[in-house]
């Protein structure tokens, strides 16, 4: 099921805590998952899917997830045990180089 | 949002404070959401903020932006009459202040002024329920700039625009528990505000010195065992005056940022020679653009202050290289891109530049902001920035109009034009100048004045020197050339 996001959207997890703010959003809908389940908008009701084999790994506080090709890029604001994936494909952290403090 | 995570992520981390006595993650969002439903229930439309840096204030940061109500911190220092045009645009608010401001306050127009005594007391009650996250076109923090003319602008900062900027630069909670940032730039500074939320957000437990003055910079540095801070230009070579006279050591002192004005060369170099153990950040940034876009790292400073090549060694006078989440360019007049090596005005586009003032977006419609900075980039891609377009006097991390001063040098009456200048300074990078005409029977001397400008203004803004002469230069157009009367004076030397 893809979905239209919008940048600062909040979604949550059907399957467990987790929490996204979307960073940047493609112009296209995705078919955003968490835990191989459809996310949810932050306020629906929780849910209690549990997680499809193998869409494990979770997710961590403050961790970004982005798909460059795509322009997706999400930021966990709460962690939980299932991975955050496009379809089938599994999101990986954004490993940016972290900076030297400036203020 | 940055609260609540990084109360989530270590809620029992002493965030502000000293170490042992401090405010923990989850007590300080606890407090904001006591003054969240405080502000709430006050009907405010704005939460002011007139004082020293305290714990309050991230208090009243947190809570203005939890309850979506604007966050107004302003120019204390700022004299009666600016301050009365700033307190009517932020009618409907209300004002926290320092004890000893509230008559101050009261007199010239404010009102609901609450001490910080006063505050605290109203938020002293345990509240229940959640508040959402704050809606990232909300505006966040009102802060006043100088301006080009004496009339300060009112910038905007939404939260989409701090929260890229945090979470685009700042690894979050990728700091060590033993961290400690000392914060001494006032908070109607954007660093002020920056420094609150990156470090929050890295976990970097925050020291407020609520006023600066050197020596108990470095007495509180070395008792909260403080591993960063940011300086301006002068209080970078105070410090390390201050260092030396006290024979002080800052074992646990191993970061230090510096921006919001030019600091003299001499300066960084004898920073890196008193302490090579400590990593220097230059960051040059703007209100406008949410705090930093392009830094000088630590590894470059080094790198520049060995190298005996002079391409890499002027590195120490550049401001580093564009964050990469932001597009830099220097472009000439007609707005086109120039080369390196070229000069020209300094423009940046990207999801921290906010570019907005109250009743004015100045962005252009592809999203870019021109900064009004003169600068160039080397062929490296490092980035000179020579000053403001406007000639707005950068003394200190102030920035002083000249037009004010001009104005009220020309109510004396033995003055007929004057023209006011930033001519370079060792210690405040930039320091003030007037350059007067008197009429022909007029008879004033540089002493009267510079007591006439203090008196009416304030002493910041006082002119070192003032030089007389039989007329001022002007272009073919009538524009005044404060150009020829810079080179002029920082030739002379008087």
């Not at chain 2, 307190?87 to 209300?94: F, P």
């Not at chain 2, 000249?402 to 210690?427: F, K, N, Q, R």
């Not at chain 2, 020197?465 to 020829?484: I, M």
Request: net charge negative.
């Amino acid at each position: 099921m893809a979905i239209q996001l919008k940048a600062g959207a909040r979604l949550r997890s059907a399957v467990d805590a987790c929490e996204v703010v979307v960073v940047k959003a493609p112009a296209d809908p995705v078919d955003l998952r968490c835990g191989g389940h459809p996310f949810l908008p932050a306020d629906a009701e929780p849910a209690s899917e549990t997680i499809v084999d193998g869409f494990e790994g979770g997710t961590q506080l403050g961790k970004r997830y982005s798909d460059d090709e795509l322009g997706l890029e999400l930021l966990c604001t709460k962690a939980g045990e299932g991975a955050i994936s496009v379809g089938e494909t599994i999101l990986a952290v954004k490993g940016a180089k972290p900076l030297p403090a400036s203020d | 949002m940055l609260l609540e995570m990084a109360a989530e992520g270590d809620p029992d981390r002493v965030v502000l404070g000293s170490h042992d006595a401090g405010i923990t993650a989850s007590d300080l969002l606890e407090r904001s959401r006591r003054a969240a439903i405080y502000f709430e229930k006050s009907g405010a439309e704005v939460v002011g903020y007139f004082g020293l840096n305290e714990d309050t204030l991230p208090v009243a940061l947190f809570g203005a932006a939890l309850a979506g109500i604007p966050f107004a911190p302003l120019n204390y220092r700022a004299p009666d009459e600016q301050l009365r045009g700033i307190l009517g645009r932020v009618a409907g608010g209300i004002m926290i202040a320092d004890d000893q401001e509230v008559d101050r306050l009261n007199g010239i127009g404010a009102t609901n002024v609450l001490t910080k005594a006063e505050f605290a007391a109203a938020i002293a009650e345990p509240v229940t329920g959640e508040h959402p996250f704050v809606d990232p076109e909300e505006i966040a923090v009102l802060l006043f700039t100088s301006g080009t003319t004496s009339e300060p602008k009112a910038a905007i900062l939404r939260p989409r625009h701090l929260v890229s900027y945090i979470i685009s630069s700042v690894e979050f909670l990728g700091c060590e528990p033993t961290e400690a940032q000392l914060i001494c730039v006032p908070s109607y500074h954007i660093a002020g505000i920056a420094a609150v939320l990156s470090s929050l957000y890295a976990g970097r437990r925050i020291m407020y010195l609520p006023a600066f003055e050197a020596g108990s910079w470095v007495q509180l540095a070395a008792d909260e065992h403080v591993t960063h801070a940011m300086v301006v230009p002068t209080m970078l070579g105070r410090i390390l005056n201050a260092i030396e006279e006290t024979n002080t050591e800052l074992p646990s002192l191993r970061h230090l940022s510096y921006g919001g004005g030019r600091m003299p060369l001499e300066l960084v170099e004898r920073t890196l020679t008193d302490m090579p153990h400590i990593d220097l950040v230059n960051a040059y940034g703007l209100t406008e653009t949410s705090s930093t876009i392009a830094m000088l790292t630590p590894d470059e400073h080094r790198e520049a202050f060995a190298s005996e090549d002079p391409v890499i060694r002027a590195r120490l006078g550049s401001v580093g290289r564009p964050l990469p989440a932001l597009e830099v360019e220097v472009r000439d007049i007609d707005d086109a891109p120039v080369a390196p090596g070229e000069k020209g005005e300094i423009w940046v586009r990207g999801e921290q530049v906010a570019g907005e003032y109250v009743g004015n977006n100045v962005l252009t419609d592809d999203g870019w902001f021109r900064t009004r900075d003169a600068g160039s980039f080397d062929e490296h891609g490092f980035l000179y920035v020579d000053g403001r377009l406007d000639d707005v006097i950068v003394r200190g991390a102030e920035n002083i109009s000249p037009g004010e001063i001009e104005e009220v040098l020309m109510l004396h009456t033995a003055v007929a034009e004057a023209a006011v200048i930033g001519i370079p300074d060792a210690e405040w990078g930039e320091a003030v100048a007037a350059v007067v005409v008197l009429h022909p029977n007029g008879e004033v001397t540089e002493v009267d004045l510079q007591v006439w400008v203090k008196e009416r203004l304030r002493s910041t803004k006082m002119p070192g020197v003032v030089a007389f002469r039989d007329e001022l230069p002007y272009s073919p157009t009538g524009k005044l050339l404060r150009r020829v009367l810079r080179d002029e004076l920082s030739a002379s030397g008087s």
